[in-house]
C-alpha cells in the first residue's frame, strides 16, 4: 500500500475527507502523516484523533532555507511518502521538495484553473475574485504541483454554478462539497498510476 503525506495549515476539512475515504475503502493508501506550518489548527486534532501521526515544522522558526527543507525532507523519508497531499497548505513548496518528489505533489484549488488561481489567490479572495468577475461557474482543481503556484499539469476538476446572489462564503461552501468528493477520488487514480 501506497504512503500518502498530507500537508495543511486550516480546518483540514479535505484532510477529513481523505481519512474517510480511506477508512471506507474508497481510497486504498496509508496516510502515513501528517505536515503542518502552525499550531492550533482543527487539522492537527483530527490527526489526533485518527492516529496519525503529524509534526508541526515552520520555516520561520529555522535559521535557513537549507535547514527548513532538510527537516522536512527527513520526515517524508521516515514516513515514506509516496505522494504528497497538499489540503489547505498555505506555504510554498520548495524547489527541493519538488525536485525529491517529482510529479508526486498534488494540490487541490478552489477555482477552474488556469483561471484564478497564482500567488495571492487562496480562501475567500478567489471566490470574491470568481463573483466580482460574473463567472457564471467556479469549482474546484486537483493538479501537480511545480515551482509556479497553481501552474503545475491539472488532473482533474469539479464544477458548480454561481448563483446571482452568492457571497463568497456561500460559493466557498458549495464548492467545498465539491472538494471533498473530487479530492480523494483523484488521489486514489493517480496512486494507480504510479509504478513504485
Ligand atoms: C480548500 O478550499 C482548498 O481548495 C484550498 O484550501 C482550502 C482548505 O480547506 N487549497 P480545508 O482546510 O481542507 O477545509
Known sequence: MKNIVVFA???????????????NGDLNANIAGLICNKNGIHALERASKHGIPSIIISEKN????????????????????????????????????????????LNIHPALLPKFGGKGFYGSTVHQAVIDAKEKQSGC??????????????????????????TASELA?????????????????????LNS
Do not use: M
Not at 483540514?12 to 477508512?23: E, L, R, T, V, Y
Not at 491539472?154 to 448563483?163: G, H, M, T, Y
Open 9 to 23: 495549515s486550516g480546518s483540514g476539512s479535505n484532510f477529513q475527507s481523505i481519512i474517510d475515504a480511506s477508512h
Open 62 to 105: 529555522f535559521t535557513s532555507h537549507d535547514a527548513y527543507c532538510a527537516v522536512l525532507l527527513k520526515h517524508l523519508q521516515l514516513w515514506k511518502a509516496d505522494l504528497l497531499v497538499l489540503a489547505g497548505f498555505l506555504q510554498k513548496i520548495h524547489r527541493e521538495i519538488i525536485n525529491a518528489f517529482p510529479d508526486r505533489i
Open 141 to 166: 482543481t486537483v493538479h501537480l504541483v511545480n515551482e509556479e503556484y497553481d501552474k503545475g499539469r491539472i488532473l482533474a476538476q469539479s464544477i458548480v454554478p454561481v448563483f446571482q446572489s452568492d
Open 173 to 193: 461552501k458549495r464548492v467545498l462539497a465539491e472538494e471533498h468528493k473530487l479530492y480523494p477520488k483523484v488521489i486514489q487514480h493517480y496512486l494507480e498510476t
